[in-house]
T-cell receptor, first 112, second 116 residues
Framework: AQSVSQHNHHVILSEAASLELGCNYS??????LFWYVQYPGQHLQLLLK??????LVKGIKGFEAEFIKSKFSFNLRKPSVQWSDTAEYFC??????????FGQGTELSVKP | GAVVSQHPSWVICKSGTSVKIECRSL??????MFWYRQFPKQSLMLMAT?????????EQGVEKDKFLINHASLTLSTLTVTSAHPEDSSFYIC????????????FGDGTRLSIL
């Protein structure tokens, strides 16, 4: 069965620091990958997605992610975080049945 | 666009009662809706997939008779937790998708269910 693993449970950064959140998936075929963000008290929102093509995907709010097929990874990055980026981040893969399989989530706390 | 409304946002009820949660796509027609359950500090776990006009498909380990799902129209799906018990207390989230394929799902705000 497909699975998604997020390496960090809780990440604490100061404003302006660079961010990289790890995500690995277990599926060797064609993958559709997503990063969602959940701000405190709000619903899940799509940050970015990868279906095919350029493995470096740019999303909203300055986020980007790189699909590395050989490493089964889809890490999320941002060069300089802001306090408003404090949220829970979920990596997800779409399986063959059209279902989203979520990682455990990473809580990001940005100190002002 | 692509707004999903979930109601109620929070419900507290006594053990043994049934609770209905609604999920509506406000500005699009959702062929498929999904119901997830999220425990504190854990990921979203898919409970069932609901297609308009047909029976829901439940994930392994999810009791069909416990969690009744109805998707009567392209804009509304309901989840009824029957004879709820304290162990059913959780955060329930729905999502909706326009059609088949690799389209993003749009999520509701979730419903926090507390069974006393």
């Amino acid at each position: 069965a497909q699975s998604v693993s997020q390496h960090n449970h809780h990440v604490i950064l100061s404003e302006a620091a660079s961010l990289e959140l790890g995500c690995n998936y277990s599926y060797g075929g064609t993958v559709n990958l997503f990063w969602y963000v959940q701000y405190p008290g709000q619903h899940l929102q799509l940050l970015l997605k990868y279906f095919s093509g350029d493995p470096l995907v740019k999303g909203i709010k300055g986020f980007e992610a790189e699909f590395i097929k050989s490493k089964f990874s889809f890490n999320l990055r941002k060069p300089s975080v802001q306090w408003s980026d404090t949220a829970e981040y979920f990596c997800a893969v779409l399986n063959q049945g059209g279902k989203l399989i979520f990682g455990q989530g990473t809580e990001l706390s940005v100190k002002p | 666009g692509a707004v999903v409304s979930q109601h109620p946002s929070w419900v507290i009820c006594k053990s043994g009662t049934s609770v209905k949660i609604e999920c509506r796509s406000l500005d699009f027609q959702a062929t498929t809706m999904f119901w997830y359950r999220q425990f504190p500090k854990q990921s979203l776990m898919l409970m069932a997939t609901s297609n308009e006009g047909s029976k829901a498909t439940y994930e392994q380990g999810v009791e069909k008779d416990k969690f009744l799902i109805n998707h009567a129209s392209l804009t509304l799906s309901t989840l009824t937790v029957t004879s709820a018990h304290p162990e059913d207390s959780s955060f329930y989230i729905c999502s909706a998708r326009v059609d088949m394929g690799a389209q993003p799902q749009h999520f509701g705000d979730g419903t926090r269910l507390s069974i006393l």
